[in-house]
């Protein structure tokens, strides 16, 4: 009966608060959840408060340690402190050919946070990004940044929880050029691909081309040019036969090389992670 009267009153205190708590779960692409409480946190002036990050991380993957990190850019008055990592066990890891830290099962990060002192009122945002780098015994995913936004507001005052603000008026909706610009510049082509398949064959285009306009490729330019470049003692015919040709042959191997990615399941970007495949190449 005490137990049930303690929680319910939990209950009632925490919404009270609208005290929230951030979750973002695993998916194909990142499976490694990531939970945190972005508040509206109360919170004494001059006071320390214990930020934590909760990684829940399936079976037979595992987190970097060394790749494991919170990053703060914006405090407010707000001081960060030493970050707190778990021990982790290590792994003699076959992605970067050497001994490391890994985290299994489950993974907490604790970031003290020193809370001005004074008078304050309103509310206090501390932002950052969550990073974090995961594997599975078959594939190495890429460096995740997870931005994040945790608000305090101060016990002292009027009221601990300031009134939510007016809701503002809905931005002027993009035009198609805007909105293609934004698609371009996502970094999660699952996003693309929920627009349409059209449109995400053209934001692929469009990727492509500029990628084309990377100084990487500036000095293969000349030496495509010289072997098929256009010529004048040539045909029109003959100069589009050879463009056309090397085109397809390279659309034909990079869409080989990704079916065949896809239908072993393993992204070959781990390769350039090799020094022995580096050297090789």
């Not at 991380?57 to 407010?76: A, H, N, S």
């Not at 510049?185 to 692929?204: H, M, P, R, T």
């Not at 990487?216 to 036969?241: E, F, K, S, Y």
Request: proline share 6%; charged share 15%; net charge negative.
């Amino acid at each position: 009966m005490f137990l049930s009267v303690v929680l319910c009153l939990s209950v009632l205190i925490g919404g009270s608060m609208g005290v929230h708590a951030f979750q973002r779960e695993g998916n194909e692409s990142d499976p490694f959840s990531v939970q945190y409480d972005e508040g509206p946190l109360s919170v004494v002036p001059g006071e320390k408060y214990t930020f934590t990050v909760q990684f829940q991380i399936p079976e037979k993957y595992y987190l970097y340690g060394e790749m494991t990190d919170i990053v703060f850019d914006g405090l407010e008055g707000v001081t960060a402190g030493e970050i707190i990592k778990p021990e982790g066990v290590l792994k003699e890891d076959p992605f970067f050919g050497r001994i490391t830290p890994v985290y299994h099962d489950e993974a907490v990060l604790e970031a003290s946070l020193q809370i001005p002192s004074g008078a304050w009122t309103g509310r206090k945002t501390v932002s950052g990004e969550i990073q974090y780098q995961g594997c599975s015994d078959k594939l190495c995913y890429r460096l995740m940044h997870l931005p994040f936004q945790v608000t305090f507001v101060s016990s002292r005052g009027a009221s601990a929880v300031q009134p939510e603000p007016a809701a503002e008026s809905a931005p002027p909706q993009k035009g198609w050029l805007g909105r293609l610009k934004d698609l371009v510049k996502q970094k999660d082509f699952g996003l693309v691909a929920s627009e349409g398949i059209w449109l995400a064959l053209l934001v692929a285009f469009i990727g492509g081309i500029l990628t084309d306009l990377t100084p990487c490729v500036w000095p293969m330019i000349p030496v495509t040019l010289a072997i098929i470049g256009v010529r004048r003692d040539q045909r029109l015919l003959h100069n589009l036969l050879a463009v056309g040709m090397m085109v397809l042959g390279m659309s034909v191997m990079y869409s080989l090389l990704g079916l065949s990615a896809a239908a072993v399941g393993l992204s070959l970007g781990f390769l350039f992670q090799s020094l022995v495949f580096l050297i090789l190449l």
